[in-house]
């Protein structure tokens, strides 16, 4: 329990522990595949690919809907902000000046409309790309 955050470490710590199992917390904000990455590594000994960008934007933009449906277009998208800069930085550099900069955009927005249209910006631009 705790701090498991990849296949090797949940390996690690049931390997170590005798336990039947772990449990994934913090480290799969900004990266939901995490823990189905987890149970693909401990069921069939192998890795699974990293979801590409389109499919990081789209599950992003899942995220955003539901906490909008949740709470309503001002709370949700408040609380939302802090869950799509984590799946940003999960997802480049954070060295990379254009992304930085659209996060910080991202984390301020007020905009519901905005904050989709940097989701897609970010994920989806031929650049962002390029900064993966």
Request: net charge negative; glycine share 8%; charged share 25%.
């Amino acid at each position: 329990n705790g701090d498991c955050a990849s296949p090797e470490g949940a390996r690690d710590m049931l390997r170590a522990s005798g336990a039947d199992a772990v449990m994934i917390g913090r480290a799969a904000q900004g990266r939901p595949w995490l823990v189905g990455d987890i149970a693909h590594a401990l069921a069939t000994g192998s890795n699974r690919p990293a979801p590409d960008m389109p499919t990081r934007s789209a599950l992003a933009r899942e995220h955003l809907d539901g906490l909008l449906t949740l709470m309503g277009a001002e709370a949700g998208l408040r609380h939302a902000r802090k869950h799509l800069a984590a799946y940003v930085d999960h997802s480049f550099d954070a060295r990379n000046e254009v992304i930085y900069k659209l996060k910080q955009q991202l984390l301020t927005t007020a905009s519901v409309n905005q904050a989709y249209d940097l989701i897609d910006e970010i994920f989806l631009s031929d650049y962002a790309e390029a900064a993966a």
